[in-house]
Structures are given as structure tokens and as C-alpha cells.
DNA sequence: GCGACAG
DNA sequence: ATCTTGTCGC
């Protein structure tokens, strides 16, 4: 699919996000990453899920697929999106709740990759991104668990939040199914010792650790 | 035209 | 995101 023509399907999908409270009572989490094998052309999408609220580990899928779609940033949903969706069906149970490791509804047309994703799954989907790709918000003392509204057109679309004190914030944005203050929530009960959210973080190692033994294996 | 720009 | 060594700090 052409980059034009993408941008016109989210602005069509946009329409169809809701946000909403989630529920508190539910039982998996879901978190996925992204791992890409720079020489050759080929990428590992990983899905792990955790009981809630414990955090304890349930399933890890993953599945190895060759780079469809360019870096483009706004539109890193389709270059995701498939390898993901590979890897969820694989799950022998599907998550109540989903964290993406990228922006929600803070983008510039209201569709980030886990809004996207969380459209295309059905389930409340929540984005926690590593650093912003558009909006403003005031200036935020490096405290942890200090937070700041993110705002794109004098709407707010997600929170800057601190995790950690002195360390760079981290983005978060309802995806689908979720709304500004039980995204900000949520994440705050996945914190643990480090910057990224726990379940966000097992992914991440767990898509580097396939990528390197993929590596080692045959190329 | 220039700067910004998830992963 | 990936490529990379040492290095500063709790």
C-alpha cells in the first residue's frame, strides 16, 4: 500500500476509534515489540501476555517476516501491524487488555500503532512510546510518577509521564478502548525498576534475545 | 524553504 | 530500530 493511500485509510479508521474507561476487573495483559534484523530484511514480532494483576508470565508467541513497508514516521503502523497480528494469532489465549511500544491517539491524524492495532484486535489497547511524535506540554519536573497532559490542537491526546526520577519521560496514549486516565493508570501498575513498564520491557528482550539467536542460527 | 519526525 | 566501547553513577 502506497504511503498516500495510507494516510487516507487513517483518517477513515480514526473515525471508528472509542475511548472509553477499562474495566478493572479483567484477567490478561497483553504487550508486544519488535525486533528488526538490520543486514537482511527481515524483522521478529514478539506477543507475551501476563495475568492480571500479578504480572506473572502467561504466554510468548513471536514470528519471524520479511520487512514489508518503510520506516515512515506516521505511518508505522502498517510496517508493524501485520508482523503483529502474525504472532497474536498464535496465542492460545487472547489478552483483555493490550500495551504497544508506540504512540496511541497522540499522532498527527489520531492513529497511532496502537490505536491501529487495537481497531484491527477489537481489545482495549493502550501506546507508551519512548519519545513524542507530535504534540506540546509544560515543562515537567523529573520526579517519578509526575505527569504532564499532551496536547495536539488544545486537545490533550495522552500524558507525559515520568517513570523515573531524573530519566527522560515516557508517552502515553489511549489506543482504542481506552481512555486518557485509566491508559495513565494502567501503566503506572506495570511500573517496576526501569524507565519502560514491565511488560513493555520483557518484550523488548525477548525480541532481542530471538533476534541474536536467529543471528547465530543461519542469517 | 526550514525544522520535526513513534520504531 | 540497528551499529558499538567505554564509562559515570546508584
Redesign the pocket.
Given at each position: 500500500m502506497p504511503p498516500r493511500e495510507a494516510v487516507k485509510l487513517q483518517r477513515i479508521l480514526a473515525e471508528q476509534v472509542e475511548l472509553r474507561r477499562i474495566a478493572e476487573d479483567f484477567a490478561v495483559l497483553g504487550a508486544s515489540?519488535?525486533?528488526?534484523?538490520?543486514?537482511v530484511d527481515r524483522l521478529v514480532a514478539v506477543v507475551l501476555t501476563f495475568h492480571w494483576p500479578s504480572l506473572e508470565p502467561l504466554e510468548s508467541v513471536h514470528a519471524v517476516s520479511p520487512i514489508g513497508f518503510p520506516?515512515?514516521?506516521?505511518?508505522?503502523?502498517f510496517?508493524?501491524i501485520p508482523p503483529l497480528l502474525m504472532a497474536y494469532r498464535l496465542l492460545k489465549r487472547a489478552p483483555d487488555v493490550f500495551l504497544c511500544?508506540?504512540?496511541?491517539i497522540a499522532?498527527p491524524r489520531r492513529?497511532?500503532?496502537?490505536s491501529?492495532l487495537g481497531l484491527c484486535l477489537d481489545i482495549p489497547t493502550i501506546?507508551c512510546?519512548?519519545?513524542?511524535?507530535?504534540g506540546e506540554h509544560r515543562p515537567l519536573e523529573l520526579r517519578r510518577g509526575n505527569y504532564a497532559p499532551l496536547l495536539l490542537n488544545d486537545v490533550q491526546v495522552g500524558y507525559v509521564f515520568c517513570s523515573r526520577n531524573g530519566v527522560k519521560p515516557i508517552?502515553i496514549s489511549p489506543g482504542h478502548l481506552a481512555d486518557l486516565d485509566s491508559s495513565r493508570k494502567l501503566i503506572e501498575r506495570c511500573l517496576g525498576r526501569f524507565r519502560i513498564p514491565q511488560p513493555l520491557r520483557q518484550a523488548?528482550l525477548e525480541?532481542?534475545r530471538i533476534?541474536k539467536s536467529l543471528?547465530a542460527g543461519s542469517g
Amino acid at each position: 500500500m502506497p504511503p498516500r493511500e495510507a494516510v487516507k485509510l487513517q483518517r477513515i479508521l480514526a473515525e471508528q476509534v472509542e475511548l472509553r474507561r477499562i474495566a478493572e476487573d479483567f484477567a490478561v495483559l497483553g504487550a508486544s515489540d519488535i525486533s528488526y534484523m538490520k543486514p537482511v530484511d527481515r524483522l521478529v514480532a514478539v506477543v507475551l501476555t501476563f495475568h492480571w494483576p500479578s504480572l506473572e508470565p502467561l504466554e510468548s508467541v513471536h514470528a519471524v517476516s520479511p520487512i514489508g513497508f518503510p520506516y515512515v514516521p506516521g505511518l508505522l503502523s502498517f510496517r508493524e501491524i501485520p508482523p503483529l497480528l502474525m504472532a497474536y494469532r498464535l496465542l492460545k489465549r487472547a489478552p483483555d487488555v493490550f500495551l504497544c511500544d508506540g504512540q496511541g491517539i497522540a499522532h498527527p491524524r489520531r492513529l497511532g500503532l496502537a490505536s491501529h492495532l487495537g481497531l484491527c484486535l477489537d481489545i482495549p489497547t493502550i501506546g507508551c512510546a519512548k519519545s513524542r511524535l507530535c504534540g506540546e506540554h509544560r515543562p515537567l519536573e523529573l520526579r517519578r510518577g509526575n505527569y504532564a497532559p499532551l496536547l495536539l490542537n488544545d486537545v490533550q491526546v495522552g500524558y507525559v509521564f515520568c517513570s523515573r526520577n531524573g530519566v527522560k519521560p515516557i508517552y502515553i496514549s489511549p489506543g482504542h478502548l481506552a481512555d486518557l486516565d485509566s491508559s495513565r493508570k494502567l501503566i503506572e501498575r506495570c511500573l517496576g525498576r526501569f524507565r519502560i513498564p514491565q511488560p513493555l520491557r520483557q518484550a523488548h528482550l525477548e525480541a532481542t534475545r530471538i533476534r541474536k539467536s536467529l543471528f547465530a542460527g543461519s542469517g
